[in-house]
């Protein structure tokens, strides 16, 4: 996903193999789906939110992706989908002109607990 996200800047054909690695990643997925328990959910929650801690996720694009996967994990983890903590979360991404990667990075850490 980060080389498909990279490509654009570089040329088509990066873009083209970019997209190629990922679509057999998806069909790999597809053909062999995993199974994601409650407590794997949970724990990896904890692990992207520690990731974008540090660092790992600093633009609005994949800041926008991973509040995303935040929501649908908290949800297969047994928590709740809507609190304030994910609200705000989401707030932060209103505007992409005006985003802040540490704001944002500080919000995931509450929406990951």
Known sequence: MQA???????DWAAVTVAAAALGAAFAAL??????????????????????AGRGEFPDYASAEQLAMAIVVLR???GR?????AVT??????????RF???R???????AGR
């Not at 705000?88 to 002109?97: A, I, N, P, Q, T």
């Open 80 to 84: 709740p989908t809507q609190s304030a």
């Open 4 to 10: 498909l996200q990279a490509a654009p800047g570089h």
């Open 75 to 77: 949800a297969h983890g």
């Open 88 to 97: 705000e979360l989401f707030d932060s991404l209103k505007d992409d002109d």
């Open 30 to 51: 597809a053909a062999t789906p995993p199974v994601l328990t409650m407590d794997d959910a949970r724990s990896l929650v904890e692990r992207l939110a520690a990731a």
């Open 104 to 110: 944002f990075r500080r919000l995931l850490e509450e």
């Open 100 to 102: 802040d990667a540490q």
